[in-house]
């Protein structure tokens, strides 16, 4: 009792005018907050507007440019080769425009009807840029979620028909499947739509696609299943159907597995953004396509044919309800745009390899200058791991006085970090030619795996040697498995690319450099227990391309040695 007492007692220190006053301060302070919270919300909606204003002018200054350098070229007012370079800086800063935090200021794509059909007037662009990508990467873990049961449902199917249901399919196992295909086409119609809004160039065609499937699915939820006697002729269009199903979740998940990979490469080349996502087979490379093409082409073919099959039951009167006819024709309009887009693409592949083809004839002609022995070359290999971009490196042998020109990279210490590469040889075409074949000798590197993306402009050494960045994606990693060159490299690590943009693990030391004061800059990276400094050259290079390729300034001043890299000093 004198527990409880004492606790009440402790319980009403709120009481009485206690309390009257605490619950006033209490009404006032969320009064103050909601005031505040509308005075954050008002000046947010003035800068918004400012904001907005400010992009839609600088877009439009931007398109307006453009023109009077296109005309200016062809009145002869201008050179065509200064014209490059501007409409090159042109396209940076639109890139910077429409891929960076700024984008959400300028005006959206359409919802268009499915969007408004469903969701309403309600905007779905994403505010920033974090939340765009996502939304992205929860399309794609739909996706491979989806994949395999695609695969899975319709296998169950046909198990069970033979082993269990004696040959016939009942009604509500097939509906089940039926319904929920259509879920699975509806949902990604609403994702491919809402990542249009904000920012994907996902080609119309596959959009239309899922219409088509979605409309099919729908359909054939009302499509009674015959059932004894001889069902199995009248399932026939079923058993056809579900073996295709199969065959497509193979194609999901092959494409899955290695359009993913090749994403960022295709971003690195410019031909897609961050945003974009890859349909059917868009971001394919040799070894893919000669796996892909084969089964997509089946695939389509045999798409055509349960289509046709369908109509012809119908025709010939074995089951000639119109859902019938409704869904072969949806089968073969669908196995024809499919088609269509697969040689469209092969198209588009041919002429870029076409425009490849003629730039490295052009680079063998001025072969000769790169036959000298004050050139060198170092590739800057990125692949993707867990969604991050990471760049190659190695520890150069501490037991080795020289090596082959490498020392041109950094001042030699026991603790060298650079990038694969080394000097020009006689052999050598071009400066893609010298680092390619480096890696390859270094570290075991096959070339075949690598995809050139861009070549840098020359950071001259103190020596007075052009060092070439060669940047390259590593588009299996796993297929890679290194063979070092123990004379020349003692170990081989990988590091965050983006690190090279952050103030996080990184020193710098102000030096007089060639009669300049300027900045060295060094990042420390550790893994596998083990602490590299990334340091000179080497960092100045990563700072540069790590840069150019995510489009954004460091977080930091570079102020690096105007002889390493005339080209890029205004970083």
């Keep these: 009792m004198g527990e409880s007492t004492a ?88 890139y910077t425009l429409s891929e960076g935090d700024a984008a959400t200021f300028l005006p959206c794509k359409s919802h268009g009807r499915f969007l408004r059909m469903f969701l309403g007037p309600i905007n779905v662009r994403a505010n920033r840029k974090d939340v765009q990508l996502k939304v992205k990467e929860e399309y794609y873990s739909f996706r491979d ?157 045999f798409e055509a044919y349960v289509g046709l099959l369908l109509l012809r039951t119908a025709v010939v009167g074995v089951v000639s309800e119109w859902q019938v006819v409704t869904s072969g024709i949806l089968l073969i309009i669908m196995a024809v745009g499919n088609f269509a887009n697969t040689v469209q693409t092969l198209v588009l592949k041919s002429q870029f390899k076409a425009k490849m083809k003629k730039g490295v004839k052009a680079r063998s002609k001025q072969s000769q200058r790169f036959k000298t022995p004050n050139r060198a070359a170092v590739l800057i290999c990125l692949f993707e791991e867990e969604d991050d971009i990471y760049v190659i ?86 297929a890679f498995n290194p063979v070092l060159n123990v004379q020349e490299v003692e170990s081989i690590f990988y590091a965050p690319f983006d690190m090279f943009l952050k103030d996080k693990n990184r020193r710098e030391e102000e030096r007089v450099f060639q009669e300049e004061k300027c900045l060295f800059h060094y990042f420390d990276h550790e893994t596998n227990n083990k602490v590299y400094t990334i340091w000179a050259i080497t960092a100045a290079i990563l700072i540069v391309a790590a840069s150019l390729f995510y489009q954004q300034t460091p977080d930091f001043q570079p102020r690096m040695p105007k002889s390493w890299n005339r080209n890029h000093s205004r970083l």
């Design 393 to 478: 490196l190695t520890k150069r042998s501490s037991n080795v006085s020289s090596f082959s020109g490498n020392e041109i990279l950094l001042c030699r210490t026991s603790v060298n970090v650079s990038l694969p590469g080394g000097r020009t040889d006689e052999g050598d075409t071009d400066d893609v030619h010298t680092a390619l074949r480096e890696a390859e000798e270094e570290i075991g590197l096959d070339p075949v795996l690598v995809d050139v993306v861009g070549v840098l402009e020359p950071f001259v050494s103190k020596g007075n040697v052009s060092v070439v960045p060669v940047m390259g994606i590593l588009w299996d990693k796993q």
């Design 7 to 94: 606790a009440d007692g402790g319980d009403n220190s709120f009481s009485g005018r206690n309390v009257v006053e605490e619950v006033s301060r209490l009404v006032e302070q969320s009064k103050e907050l909601q005031d505040s919270a509308s005075v954050l919300i008002s000046r947010n909606s003035q800068e918004d507007a400012s904001l907005r204003q400010r992009a839609l002018a600088l877009d439009s200054n931007i398109k307006m440019l453009r023109s009077f350098i296109d005309s200016s070229v062809k009145k002869g007012n201008l050179d065509s080769k200064h014209a490059e370079k501007l409409f090159e800086e042109l396209s940076r800063a639109s």
């Design 145 to 301: 979620r989806t994949a395999c049961l695609f695969l899975f449902f319709p296998s169950l199917l046909l198990v069970l028909r033979s082993q269990i249901w004696g040959g016939c399919f009942p009604a509500l196992p097939v509906q089940i499947y039926q319904a929920w295909l259509l879920f699975l086409y509806t949902a990604l119609a609403l994702r491919e739509n809402i990542l249009r809004v904000n920012g994907s160039d996902i080609r119309p065609w596959w959009i239309y696609h899922h219409y088509c499937a979605m409309g099919m699915a729908l359909i054939s939820l009302t499509w009674e299943i015959e059932k004894q006697p001889d069902c199995a002729q009248k399932q026939k269009g079923i058993q056809l159907f579900l073996r295709w199903a199969i065959m497509q979740g193979v194609a999901m998940l092959l494409q899955n597995r290695y359009q993913r990979q090749r994403l960022y490469t295709r971003i690195a080349l410019g031909k897609a953004r961050r945003m974009d996502v890859v349909w059917g087979e868009t971001a394919g490379v040799k070894g893919q396509l000669w796996l892909l093409l084969p089964i997509l082409f089946v695939l389509q073919a």
